[in-house]
């Protein structure tokens, strides 16, 4: 299985500013996904990262709202830009594992005024 | 569009109470269904993945079947430390990997000593 940590564990911030989260895996994964978990939804994807190439955006999501940055096979960044209330949400990584098993980090929960 | 509805929203039981959490699912093809434990703060634990009608897998208390349109998640004489949040997710046949998860959005599982 997969190690991974994920920073900051939570956070409040101010409307308009960004938040950048980080995701560190003690193992090489191909795949790196980033999920939302808003309360009382569903787990949503928000994009699939892969070290090497820009990442993958599901429908409803932006690069330039959730910027994402893949410069190795261990790391990953997810920058939440001009955050507004509505933005208020647990944030999770998440890696491809054989057999499609999903690990995913502890997540970030995050908290705009 | 592929679909996941989970019943009940929430259920108490007592120590030792019997029960078993429903998924219902709508996929065209499915490639795999999964089963999550997720506690307060934290990100989803993986607990089973099923492939195939018929099939089931254990692990302590918990069992988890399959049918074409359904998995249950059966708790047999569930304990305090049992209660969680307990998400199902299907891959379809036509996804390109892991990312391919839809979700529920889960049961929350309170079991009362």
């Known amino acids: 299985s997969a190690v991974i940590s994920q920073k900051p564990s939570r956070d409040i911030c101010q409307r308009g500013t960004s938040l950048t989260i980080q995701c560190q895996v003690d193992?090489?994964?191909?795949?790196m996904f980033w999920y939302r978990q808003q309360p009382g939804q569903s787990l949503t994807l928000i994009a699939t990262a892969n070290q090497g190439s820009e990442a993958t955006y599901e429908s409803g999501f932006v690069i330039d709202k959730f910027p994402i940055s893949r410069p190795n096979l261990t790391f990953s960044t997810l920058t939440v830009s001009n955050m507004s209330p509505e933005d208020s949400s647990i944030y999770l990584c998440?890696?491809?594992?054989?057999?499609?098993?999903?690990?995913f980090g502890s997540g970030t929960q995050l908290s705009v005024l | 569009e592929d679909q996941v509805t989970q019943s009940p929203e929430a259920l108490r039981l007592q120590e030792g109470e019997s029960s078993s959490l429903n998924c219902s699912y709508t996929?065209?093809?499915?490639?795999?269904l999964f089963w999550y434990r997720q506690d307060p703060g934290k990100g989803p634990e993986f607990l089973f993945t099923?492939?195939?009608a018929g099939e089931e897998k254990e692990k302590e208390r918990l069992k988890a079947t399959l049918t074409k349109k359904e998995s249950f998640l059966h708790i047999t004489a569930p304990k305090p430390e049992d209660s969680a949040t307990y998400l199902c997710?299907?891959?379809?046949?036509?996804?390109?990997?892991?990312?391919?998860?839809?979700f529920g959005k889960g049961t929350h599982l309170i079991i009362q000593p």
């Open positions: 996929v065209s093809g499915l490639r795999g």
């Open positions: 099923l492939y195939s």
């Open positions: 997710a299907v891959q379809a046949a036509s996804g390109g990997g892991a990312d391919g998860l839809t």
């Open positions: 998440s890696v491809s594992w054989p057999n499609e098993k999903l690990f």
């Open positions: 193992s090489q994964v191909t795949m």
